[in-house]
């Protein structure tokens, strides 16, 4: 598998060289509103110790993540006046994989809902800014 590329954009925004709209932190995680959203709400989890995707990610990493990813979801579902949401990872290209860090997608649905295509339009900084407050309003 290629390596890790310490120069990815979630890296970026992790070092703060690129703004993020964050709904969560801690030692090891963060988790922030993705910039093309697939539903209203669709946020991202990454941790903090680079690894390409979940391949060749360290399993202990994994649980702290997974972790992060419970508690934002939870968020997400509440914040967002929700019924269930769908979780998302990809693995290399070929699985649609296109940013090369470890992420989990979190997308809230109520009944109903449709879900937009993966990496489609950007969406309003001043919606993410508001979907991040609620989401947050609710951890
Ligand atoms: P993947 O296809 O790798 O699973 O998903 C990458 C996700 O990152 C996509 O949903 C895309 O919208 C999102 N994304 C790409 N560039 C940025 C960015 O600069 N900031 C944020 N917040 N999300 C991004």
């Given at each position: 598998?290629?390596?890790?590329?310490?120069?990815?954009?979630?890296?970026?925004?992790?070092?703060?060289?690129?703004?993020?709209?964050?709904?969560?932190?801690?030692?090891h995680?963060?988790?922030?509103?993705?910039?093309?959203?697939?539903?209203?709400?669709?946020?991202?989890?990454?941790?903090?110790?680079?690894?390409?995707?979940?391949l060749?990610?360290?399993?202990?990493?994994?649980?702290?993540?997974?972790?992060?990813?419970?508690?934002?979801?939870?968020?997400?579902?509440?914040?967002?006046?929700?019924?269930?949401?769908?979780?998302?990872?990809?693995?290399?290209?070929?699985?649609?994989?296109?940013?090369?860090?470890?992420?989990?997608?979190?997308?809230?649905?109520?009944?109903?809902?449709?879900?937009?295509?993966?990496?489609?339009?950007?969406?309003?900084?001043?919606?993410l800014?508001?979907?991040?407050?609620?989401?947050?309003?609710?951890?």
């Open positions: 598998m290629t390596a890790y590329d310490p120069n990815n954009i979630f890296a970026k925004i992790l070092k703060g060289e690129i703004p993020s709209h964050k709904v969560y932190e801690d030692e995680t963060y988790a922030f509103m993705d910039v093309m959203p697939m539903v209203d709400g669709h946020c991202l989890v990454i941790p903090k110790q680079g690894s390409r995707n979940l060749d990610a360290d399993p202990a990493v994994l649980a702290g993540v997974i972790a992060t990813v419970q508690k934002v979801a939870k968020a997400a579902i509440k914040g967002m006046g929700a019924e269930g949401c769908q979780i998302r990872q990809f693995n290399e290209a070929p699985a649609g994989q296109t940013v090369f860090h470890l992420h989990f997608h979190i997308l809230p649905l109520r009944t109903g809902d449709s879900v937009k295509p993966h990496v489609g339009g950007m969406a309003d900084n001043a919606v800014a508001r979907h991040a407050e609620l989401i947050r309003a609710a951890l």
